[in-house]
C-alpha cells in the first residue's frame, strides 16, 4: 500500500481520451498551431511569449459551465453515481477520501469558472495544411486582415515537465464523449482494481479530481469540432507557478487579468523545446490584401530572434479568399 504509481498506468486508467487523441498526433506526425492576427503573432516572437487568457473571455461563451451541466447530469443519473463510486470503493478508496474529493472539487468551483487561464492550439494536419492553413480557422480567428498561423513542434508539448503548472489536453465536442470518458475510466477501474488498492488512496483522489476539473474545462459545444483544440490550461488558485507571471492588458477595449508562458527552457526541470528555434516549425501568412510584405517582416522578425533559416520557414497561404 501506498508504493510509488506508475504515472503512465494511470494516464491509461484516468485519462484514456486524452491519451489515445496524443497517440494519434504522433502516429500521424501532425504538429500544433495557433491562429491569430499578424500584430499578435509578431508580439509573440518580438517578447518571446504566449498570454494565458481566461476562459470567460474565449469565443465559446458556455465555456466550462457547459462541461459542468454535463458532469452533473452524468452524476445525477442514480446508476451511473453508484456505479462510479462503488467501484472506487472497490479499489480502496473509502467514502471518507470520496467526500474529500468532493468538497475540493466544490471548494474550487469559484476559482474553476472564474480562474481558469488558457492558451488555445489546434490540431495541425502537416499532409493537408501545410501549405493552406485550415480555411475555418482563418475566418474565425485573428480579426484583422492580417492573419497568421504559427504552427508549433508537438514533440515539447508532450515532455514530462511540471514547470509551468500549466496541462495540456484536447477538447471534446460531444455530451456522448464526455459521458463515454466517464464510462471508460469505470471500465479501467475495475479491469485495474488490484493495481489501484496497491497505490495512496490520496493519489488516486487526486487522479479523480482532475478527471472533473480537466473533464469540466474541456469540453466544448459540438458545433466548435472543427477547431480540433488542444488548450493549456493553468489554474492559479489551485496550483501556483514560479514560472508563469500574472499582467493585466487591454483586449479589444477590456481590460483583463492574463498570464504570460515564457519562451524559455528551464533544463533543470525538464522543460525543453520551448526557445523559438526549436519551437516553431513553419509560418503561414494567411489570406490577404499584401500577403508578400507580411511575410517579409515575419522573416524579419524570426532572423531578429536567432531562427537562422527563417527564410525556409515563413509560406504564403494558398487559399484564394476575397478578403
Known amino acids: ?13 484516468f485519462f484514456p481520451f486524452s491519451l489515445n487523441e496524443k497517440q494519434k498526433i504522433i502516429n500521424s506526425n501532425n504538429k500544433f498551431v495557433h491562429y491569430t492576427s499578424a500584430e499578435n503573432a509578431l508580439k509573440i516572437i518580438d517578447t518571446r511569449e ?6 470567460l473571455c474565449m469565443n465559446d461563451y458556455s465555456e466550462i459551465n457547459y462541461g459542468l451541466q454535463l458532469l452533473n ?4 443519473d442514480e446508476q451511473k453515481r453508484n456505479k462510479f463510486f462503488e467501484v472506487l470503493m472497490a479499489c480502496g478508496v473509502n467514502y471518507d477520501i470520496i467526500n474529500i474529493v468532493i468538497k475540493k472539487f466544490d471548494d474550487s468551483s469559484l476559482f474553476i469558472r472564474f480562474e481558469t487561464y488558457v492558451s488555445c492550439f489546434s490540431v495541425h494536419d502537416t499532409k493537408n495544411e501545410d501549405d493552406v492553413g ?9 480579426r ?9 513542434n508537438s514533440a515539447l508539448f508532450f515532455g514530462e ?3 509551468l503548472e500549466a496541462y495540456l489536453f484536447p477538447v471534446s465536442y460531444s455530451d456522448t464523449v464526455f459521458f463515454n470518458e466517464l464510462n ?3 471500465s479501467n477501474m475495475e479491469n485495474n482494481r488490484d493495481y489501484i488498492k496497491s497505490i495512496n488512496p490520496g493519489i488516486i483522489a487526486e487522479c479523480i479530481y482532475r478527471v472533473f476539473l480537466f473533464g469540466i474545462t474541456c469540453t466544448k459545444h459540438k458545433g466548435f469540432s472543427e477547431e480540433q483544440e488542444w488548450r493549456v490550461l493553468h489554474f492559479p488558485e489551485i496550483w501556483k507557478s514560479e514560472v508563469l507571471k500574472p499582467d493585466v492588458v487591454t483586449i479589444d477595449g477590456a481590460p483583463q487579468k492574463i498570464f504570460k508562458i515564457p519562451l524559455a527552457d528551464i533544463p533543470d526541470e525538464g522543460l525543453v523545446g520551448v526557445e523559438l528555434p526549436s519551437l516553431i516549425d513553419r509560418i503561414i501568412i494567411g489570406p490577404s490584401l499584401n500577403p508578400w510584405p507580411i511575410q517579409g517582416a515575419f522573416i524579419h522578425a524570426l532572423m531578429k ?14 487559399i484564394p479568399l476575397r478578403t
Open 1 to 13: 500500500m501506498g508504493d510509488e504509481p506508475d504515472y503512465s498506468k494511470l494516464e491509461e486508467i
Open 50 to 55: 504566449f498570454w494565458m487568457r481566461n476562459a
Open 73 to 76: 447530469s452524468y452524476f445525477r
Open 134 to 142: 485550415r480555411l475555418s480557422m482563418w475566418r474565425a480567428y485573428g
Open 144 to 152: 484583422t486582415p492580417a492573419r497568421v498561423a504559427l504552427v508549433l
Open 161 to 163: 515537465s511540471d514547470a
Open 184 to 186: 471508460n475510466i469505470v
Open 305 to 318: 530572434a536567432g531562427v537562422h533559416d527563417a527564410a525556409e520557414r515563413v509560406f504564403v497561404s494558398e
